[in-house]
């Protein structure tokens, strides 16, 4: 039987994953964890186990996870590439001591680990197309600097220690319930928003940046998947490219047009976020994935437009 902990629940992944995470493992199996409590999480919170925990606090990462009897770790907590280069040094302690101390109590109290990697993993010496599984990785950004050596400590905990660590190269994640917090790919994410309470957006990401995006349901069925995926199947561990479209922000303005067909796209450029963008893939081959685990999302560009801008509809009135 897994007992879960999940840090980082009550970001954009996590405030979904938890409460998949509990349907699907029963709400008592799923300690929910977060480094403070925000408003607007109360359902979440109310619905099982709580801790406010900062990963970058060992020892109390260890309490809990003693406390709770923890077996499974899934590591959200991170600082993205946006805020990471507006402050690189707490990207490098938030991600780096954080997964330290994951991969730390996962040794000691024998737990298997899953965490993200990003297509920030990536920079501008990799092939930008079709970018394969094993490649260059010379990143740009303190957040793909923090991604990489996170893939490699989690390789050296599994062969050095046996800890059954696995994760995913994450594309932008759109999704409706909780907003992104401080990302490169958060515009196509905005872009929903701005299209059904002003039928027009001013992109932060130029025209013609293309950057592998996924659906949030196909983002959760990533992590159940691989967790419970057959161990000797596994060539790959930290981590698997995987993605569900790739896409600029032309492409997802004619997509949003199908249903709001006087919807404006304009342009003002974050020079920041633009070269962060520039240094990422256009499109990952995510065939070892498919191979090894069986992935195979689920929504395309339309018909994620689709129940982004219903679902979205509901929620704002
Ligand atoms: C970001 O834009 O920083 C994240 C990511 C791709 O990891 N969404």
């Known amino acids: 039987m897994k007992k879960i902990l999940v840090t980082g629940a009550l970001g954009q992944i996590g405030s ?7 349907k699907e493992y029963g709400a008592d199996n799923v300690i929910a964890s977060s480094r403070r409590i925000k408003e607007g999480h109360e359902e979440l919170i109310e619905s099982g186990v709580f801790e406010v925990l900062d990963v970058v606090d060992g020892k109390q990462l260890s309490d809990v996870v003693r406390k709770h009897k923890i077996n499974t770790i899934v590591h959200l907590a991170a600082v993205l590439s946006a805020v990471g280069e507006q402050n690189p040094a707490m990207a490098w302690d938030v991600n780096m001591n954080g997964l330290y101390n994951v991969l730390e109590v996962a ?5 298997s680990v899953f965490t993200p ?3 920030a993993a990536f920079g501008d010496s990799t092939p930008k197309d079709n970018t394969p599984q094993d490649t260059i990785q ?7 600097v ?12 599994y062969h050095k ?4 660590t696995r994760g995913v190269r994450y594309p932008g994640i759109i999704s409706y319930e909780t907003l992104p917090g401080g990302g490169t790919t958060d515009y196509a994410v905005h872009i929903y928003y701005d299209a059904l309470k002003y039928k027009k957006y001013t992109s932060f990401i130029a025209k013609g940046t293309k950057m592998d995006m996924m659906y949030m349901p196909d983002a959760l069925d990533a992590v159940i998947q691989l967790m419970e995926a057959d161990p000797s199947k596994l060539i790959h561990r930290n981590a698997f490219n995987i993605t569900a479209m790739s896409f600029e922000p032309e492409e997802i303005a004619a ?8 919807f404006e796209l304009d342009y003002d450029v974050d020079p920041v976020r633009q070269a962060i963008a520039e240094s990422w893939p256009n499109s990952l081959d995510d065939s070892a994935a498919r191979e090894e685990w069986g992935w195979n ?7 994620m437009t689709n129940d982004m801008l219903e679902k979205l509809k509901v929620k704002l009135g």
Do not use: H, W
């Open 117 to 119: 990697s990003s297509i």
């Open 16 to 22: 979904e994953l938890t409460m998949r995470l509990r």
């Open 161 to 164: 220690y046996g800890v059954d």
């Open 107 to 111: 040794r000691e109290e024998n737990c």
């Open 297 to 303: 999302p689920k929504y395309d560009l339309d018909s």
């Open 138 to 144: 010379r990143p740009t950004t303190m957040y793909g």
């Open 255 to 262: 997509a949003i047009r199908k249903y709001i067909p006087e």
């Open 146 to 157: 923090t991604k990489v050596a996170g893939e490699l400590l989690c390789d050296y905990y």
